[in-house]
């Protein structure tokens, strides 16, 4: 036998023998033999170095170092689905879809909602790709890493163009095993089993995402019709046949009170499985409707996600403590005695303004109600009244700022600390202005910045740039190499070629948001030409109204903030606009208001949205009768059909890129 035989034969049966372990959970051989195996192909792999596919079972435990991960456009997009939160959400589904095919009743498939990583993967015999969800229409592709997942095959047994999704997590058991390695590490621990999985499947390097632990179920086989499939739990069956793991918890139930029936089950049952769901997924099972039913611009109309409840617990509010954002906004926070909800531990929670405070009639000391508002954000809901001893204190508003003794002034429900040289404002300020969407400083975030201000490396917004003066004083400190320092200061370095409108946004100008930055930048060019705008002339503007073009004048006329200006541009920060104005003038787009919907080939939706702004083009969300155009691409939904009800001009894509040429 050659050897090249022989990496084809012990290839396969490591593949069997992992799809009997990981998917069917009975192994048919002892781990030594497969270990066995797993060493000679390695051996094999090393002598004869052109037979080592991507794909081979020795790439499973990673190893692969990557710089990024480059973009990849989906065939076909990863839509979002409905949320229903309650039966009657449910029932009016149903009613939806029986309104359109008839009966009395529909058969459902109900599937549990795993909490983790929308994934999609591609075959052709051979696995060709994985890639992220994205914004549905272009995500990233991170086969490198979603291989070392032992469960996924790397070759099915039909060479037919081949698309199934799912959804890459963590289970809980491996949560708590690398939490404990996090622990020991002394970093940071994961808050929840879904930021775990994606984390991982985002490392550049694959040998971390190995190392985690995930695994995978398979829930859509995307052109099952393509293969004489009908229904989906027919297209469920054939997938676990060509060896992918979907969830044997599914059901199909004949009629929606038997997907309510099976809701409740598993709403118990929740606690008890070895992954977490935040939900349960129902679609109609014969796929032949799919088409009648049809889809908006964003969600199949054949399926919908039932979201569980947040889940409520109850702690003690310790405390209220303050913070102070960069435009001076008092905001009080509730310091809470720890407690775990919906997977992560909570120790704080925002309490937004005094007006929620008071209304919620919250005391130090109460027993609060907590959740988590989407499963995200923790929410103090009410105080728990039955549980008040007498010990506890009212609430009252501080009338001073927590950091620098200023009166604050209260404006509707908030409240503001106008001291312009406040160090809490000027921390939040210079965060603001390293941030993603300003100047865009990797590696200059929250925590960093704080403990450079804290240590004296900057006071203000153009001390940034004189960093570097610093960087044997940084390089001594706990946690930082001479790497780490060197790629800030590149970062740092870099951010002075940035166009006007991101440092424009970065500077912190009240009412001037990042797509308000832009807009005047494409306008004015630079910024001194901006500097010198009278309220009248804003006024004229699209989109800007009295409040914005008087926070703009006032702005520039404070002498501190031109000396900032010239600051920055003293170390070299560029002030204008990188972009087309001449285009955009003699663009057909320009001045139009235009939407976009369906799914373009050539570009995603945000670098559809970018060029169209380029050219002068105002970008909006939905179709009205101040809509100018429509650019509709593939499955293309209800916006399509109001543009033309309405007469508006409607491009499809191959006219879009002859007119953006």
């Known amino acids: 036998m050659t050897p090249k035989e022989r990496v084809k034969e012990i290839t396969e049966l490591l593949e069997k023998y992992n799809y009997e372990y990981y998917v069917l959970d009975n192994p048919s051989v002892s781990d030594a033999e497969y270990d066995r195996l797993m060493q000679e192909l390695m051996l094999i792999e090393n002598e004869h170095p052109e ?237 032949s409707l799919y088409d009648k039913l049809g889809y908006t611009a964003k969600t199949p109309r054949w399926a919908i996600a039932y979201k569980f409840p947040p889940e409520e617990v109850v702690t003690k509010l310790l405390d209220i403590i303050y913070t102070v954002g960069r435009t001076g906004k008092i905001t009080p926070n509730a310091v809470l005695e720890p407690v775990r909800v919906a997977g992560s531990l909570v120790q704080r929670a925002t309490l937004h303004n005094e ?127 001479e790497k780490s320092i060197d790629n800030l200061l590149d970062a740092i370095e870099k951010s002075k070629e940035n166009s006007l409108e991101r440092v424009l946004f970065g500077l912190g100008i009240k009412e001037v948001g990042a797509k308000t930055a832009k807009t005047l930048s494409r306008i004015y060019h630079d910024i001194d030409s901006l500097s010198k705008a009278s309220e009248e002339e804003l006024l004229g503007l699209p989109d800007v109204g009295p409040v914005l073009a008087s926070s703009l004048v006032s702005w520039f006329r404070d002498e501190r903030n031109i000396e900032v200006i010239n600051s920055l541009k003293s170390v070299g920060v560029n002030f204008n606009y990188l972009g087309s104005t001449t285009k955009a003038a003699n663009s057909y787009f320009s001045g139009k208001t235009v939407v976009l919907t369906g799914t373009l080939s050539a570009y995603g939706r945000k670098e559809a949205t970018e060029i169209l702004e380029n050219l002068g083009a105002k970008v909006t969300g939905s179709v009205s009768k101040a809509t100018d155009v429509v650019v509709a691409g593939v499955e293309a939904g209800s916006k399509l059909d109001k543009a033309q009800a309405l007469g508006i001009t409607v491009l499809n894509e191959a006219e879009f890129l002859e007119l953006i040429k």
């Not at 549980?387 to 009212?394: T, V, W, Y």
Request: hydrophobic share 35%.
């Open 51 to 287: 037979l080592r596919s991507p794909l081979s079972p020795t790439q499973r435990v990673g190893g692969k170092v990557q710089d990024e991960f480059k973009k990849i456009k989906h065939q076909r997009s990863m839509l979002s689905l409905a949320n229903a939160f309650n039966e009657d959400d449910l029932r009016a589904f149903d009613k939806r879809v029986r309104d359109i095919i008839g009966g009395d009743k529909v058969i459902y498939m109900a599937e549990m909602k795993i909490d983790g990583l929308g994934m999609s993967l591609v075959y052709h015999g051979n696995l060709q790709y994985a890639a992220t969800r994205g914004d549905g229409t272009e995500g990233e592709d991170v086969t490198s890493n979603v291989i070392t997942i032992k469960s996924i095959p790397s070759h099915i047994a039909t060479d037919q163009d081949f698309e199934i999704r799912g959804e890459v997590y963590m289970p809980k058991k491996s949560l708590i095993k690398l939490n404990k390695i996090q622990e020991e590490k002394g970093e940071k621990l994961f808050a929840n089993a879904r930021n775990a999985a994606a984390g991982s499947i985002r490392q550049l390097d694959s040998s971390i995402a190995a190392s985690r632990g995930l695994e995978a179920f398979w829930y859509y086989f995307v052109n099952a019709k393509e293969f004489g499939i009908r229904y989906h739990s027919e297209a469920l069956d054939y997938a676990t046949k060509l060896g992918f793991r979907t969830n044997p918890e599914r059901r199909l139930c004949n009629g929606i009170e038997e997907v309510i029936d099976y809701i409740k089950e598993y709403t118990e049952k929740r606690p008890n499985l070895d992954y977490d769901i935040d939900g349960v997924v129902i679609k109609v099972d014969d796929m």
């Open 355 to 481: 007006d929620f405070i008071t209304e919620k009639g919250l005391m130090k000391g109460d027993y609060v109600v907590l959740r988590k508002a989407g499963d995200v954000i923790p929410e103090v809901v009410r105080p728990v009244e039955s549980r008040r001893s007498g010990l506890e204190e009212p609430f009252s508003m501080i009338t001073n700022c927590p950091v620098c003794g200023s009166p604050l002034i209260r404006k509707d429900a908030m409240h503001f600390c106008l001291n312009p040289h406040c160090d809490a404002r000027k921390i939040e300020q210079i965060i603001h202005f390293a941030s993603k969407d300003a100047m865009d400083i990797e590696g200059l975030g929250e925590k960093v910045a704080e403990q450079f201000f804290n240590q004296g490396f900057f006071r203000k917004i153009e001390d940034i740039y004189s960093l570097f003066e610093h960087r044997d004083e940084i390089i001594a400190l706990d946690g930082w190499k």
